[in-house]
């Protein structure tokens, strides 16, 4: 599976952000996909996910606030991000496979990930 992320920057709190991965080596439609995030000096953790009907499940620390969405005639999935914390800052990075991996981050192969940086 290739992931290519995009879409971070710089963005003042209270500020939105929207990511884009897109997948390819994989059959999109059939798998669920899933947003992560590793902060410096912490391990990569859950941020939201998406089951290949649709459903949708979010962290505690996002859910409100971030919106996952999936263009399955795209290989494309997003991430709309709004009022932005500077706690959201990290690397973000997103994957597609079965729901139990998505859920579990148990993923061996990851994408370059995408930098968003919120100041205060």
């Known amino acids: 599976v290739q992931l290519v992320e995009s879409g971070g920057g710089l963005v003042q709190a209270g500020g939105s952000l929207r990511l884009s991965c897109v997948a390819s080596g994989i059959t999109f439609s059939r798998n669920a996909v899933g947003w992560y995030r590793q902060a410096p000096g912490k391990q990569r953790e859950f941020v939201a996910g998406?089951?290949?009907?649709?459903?949708?499940t979010y962290a505690v620390s996002v859910k409100g606030r971030f919106t996952i969405s999936r263009d399955n005639a795209k290989n494309t999935l997003n991430l709309q991000m709004s009022s932005l914390q500077p706690e959201d800052t990290a690397v973000y990075y997103c994957?597609?496979?079965?729901?139990?991996?998505?859920?579990?981050?148990?993923?061996?192969?990851w994408g370059q990930g995408t930098l968003v940086t919120v100041s205060s």
């Open positions: 998406a089951t290949a009907v649709g459903s949708t």
């Open positions: 994957n597609v496979g079965a729901w139990r991996d998505i859920i579990r981050s148990n993923f061996h192969s």
